[in-house]
């Protein structure tokens, strides 16, 4: 079951991608103030992570949840599908933060591509264990997304950390995943089919406040105008966690408000919400025009 209108999604993305993430992305990494503060973001677990989570609370909590939510079971449609697409993003990960280093001629970029790997595997096996052992069968759907939490949890302080810490960083983060997403449904009734809000959200939180806590001082001098290689609070520098922690804020505030006001106006100008008729038989047809899947 589906619930937006593709227009109405359209209408929102053009606004929230020019009057949402331009500004944060500004702030941290065009100059703006946060980054004149001192807050880091390698390769964008708070201008992009936080920034995406954040969003998709606001949009669930406006938007309400699917029909049956809470009553029906809903199941994923395609495992083998599910898990082929996270390997496709742990693939293209590596792009994403040691490509950050905009040359591979970097000395970091070997140290920032073992700590990705480090960090997700690490998220991974830690919600495959938590989830089998708390359930006596292993959730595969759960153990992609604590390999999708660590990848984003060591996305902002991939150049800044040792690969031991990023192994630590991995563990926290498929900890998160797991209680994070069944908080979110079970006390708080918030539908989120993906977990987009635990692996991206909470995880982005984690990892930007990470390099606040485990930056050991080996790289990173004249980032952001800070003075020296970058340290955090277990090394030394509480300056660096206080600099974080102001960001992780900042940005959550701004964007949840930001983001709930636009999707309320879109829902007052067009509506956000199929019918509950197109809601049981999908969007494809209706809103698309041709089905996604065929039996035949």
Known sequence: VERIKFSSFLVFSLAWATLVYDPVAHWVWGGGW???????????????????????????????????????????????????????????????????????????VATIAVNTILASASGAITALMYEWSRNKKPDIPLTCNGLLGGLVAITAPCAFVSPAAAVLIGLVAGLIVTKAVSVLERRFRIDDPVGAIAVHGCCGAWGALALGLLADGSYGAGWNGVKGPVTGLLFGDSNQFFAQLIGVVVNAAFVFGASFGFFKMVERVMGNRVSAEVEWNGLDESEMGAEAYRNS
């Open 34 to 108: 946060l980054q004149q503060m001192g807050v880091l973001d390698f390769a964008g677990g708070i201008v992009v992570h936080i920034t995406a989570g954040v969003s998709a609370l606001a949009v669930a909590i406006v938007i309400g949840a699917r029909k049956g939510f809470g009553t029906d079971p809903m199941e994923p449609h395609n495992i083998p599908t599910t898990v082929m697409g996270a390997a496709l993003l742990w693939f293209g990960w590596f792009g994403f933060n040691a490509g950050s280093t905009l040359a591979a001629t970097d000395a970091r």
